[in-house]
């Protein structure tokens, strides 16, 4: 179509729309103040038959729900296309092989396999790996652009099983002197070095449902910190409970510069954790991030929900807290509170409030 319009004495106007009908909009003319535009229809024709079909074949490499121990579950997608492409590819990564032709239960042994064998986790987490034209690094995809290229792990599920299992004095490194590092390989070392924090001053709470709480009453210590058992849950990152002071506190770890508020997250966990309604305990909200001073919630969803909850309706924003890690502070041995008796602050020294 753009070959025929090859004399640009004469002004044109496209406009591309998409339709999944079968019959075509008739838009022959329009009118533009007094001037009649006259309009030629170009139809291309979906391919949605061949799509599925060809979603068929890979259906059954899809499937990442049967993995245990990743627990890769989420309701709200559960038996849509979106949603099973992307639990798979939490798995896959840049893999094409592993997303569509390879099952869950497979990639998760090969991976897990290839990680245990690892000499070099600082090396590997930088996607600078071992490799040759005589073998194949399982955990290092390649990718380019443009204007640059590199390696870096394969997937996210690679990116924070290698965080986890990095000594802490690498986590401290990494995040304090390499700015090359990925974003989102910097964000599960983040996410490795705050939690190898904080367990020092809390019990580690065993997984319940298929959110990974379990209700208050059900829990044998007076602290707790309860984590989700699908790494793709939103909202937050953990949920610290404390029974003494009656404080429900959520966690969510970010490297972004801003973040929403999604308030219908905190308002489903709260009735997972059988918190009924006025009970009386106190809900905290803590963002942890390194940019302390630039950080910003950019919006709120589901405005007012926690409002039973002591929040004032209209006032989200400003009651949800933002905290940094001090990494250099992680060095000592001394408890620091910073601004109150809270739960992180009392867990990890390092924290430091806004």
Known sequence: MLTEWSDKRRKRLLILDGYLKDSVPQLQTSRVGDKVVRLKVHVSRSTCKQEDMT??????????????????????EQGTREGGVRRKRYLAGGSCRYLFGTTAVDVVEVLSEAIASVANIEVEVKGQGDSSSAAVNHLIARYSTDTTGGQLPLSRYVASELAQRTDRSVLKRLLLQDDQLYPAVKGHLFEAFFFDEIKKGLRRGLPGNSDGLRSVDALSCRRVCLRPLNPLHGGYDAVIVNKTVRVIEFVHLTMAKEHSLKLNFFLGALRALGIAQDAGRKVKIVFVTERLSSFRISRVEHAGALKRYGWQQGNDKEQAEVVSIDYDYCASSKLRIARGSTSISAACPSIKLR
């Open 55 to 76: 979603y068929e074949q890979v259906t059954p490499f899809l499937d990442a729900s049967n993995v245990s121990s990743v627990g890769l579950t989420e309701r709200k």
